[in-house]
């Protein structure tokens, strides 16, 4: 069974950063690509955007909106992968939940919020 826990969310200022981890069981985690989505309050009802993937050689893709910005990377030895995100903006306001592509499982996402 495959088990997501996100952790590292919470109330920052537009400029600050934030790191999000999320630990992950019930995978072969060092050959899965894994990824981070966020869905912002307004979006409810609608599908999570993909914010950055990691393919298990370490090959990362981002979404515009974060590139420059955010930093995606993983422990294999940890199973964990982790979103390093600076110069917050309003905008990033959202539940960010991290992703075994390919699984159709979720965890339970943790909040980001980017507010003065």
């Known amino acids: 069974q495959v088990q997501l826990v996100e952790s590292g969310g919470g109330l920052v200022q537009p400029g600050g950063s934030l790191r999000l981890s999320c630990a992950a069981s019930g995978i072969s985690f060092s050959s899965s690509s894994m990824a981070w989505y966020r869905q912002p309050r307004q979006s409810a009802g609608k599908p999570r955007e993909s914010?950055?993937?990691?393919?298990?050689?370490?090959?990362?893709v981002y979404a515009d909106a974060v590139k420059g910005r955010f930093t995606i990377s993983r422990d294999n030895a940890k199973k964990a992968v982790y979103l390093q995100m600076n110069s917050l903006k309003p905008e990033d306001t959202a539940v960010y939940y991290c992703?075994?592509?390919?699984?159709?499982?979720w965890g339970q996402g943790t909040q980001v919020t980017v507010s003065s």
């Open positions: 914010v950055a993937t990691i393919n298990y050689r370490g090959t990362t």
């Open positions: 992703k075994v592509l390919g699984v159709p499982a």
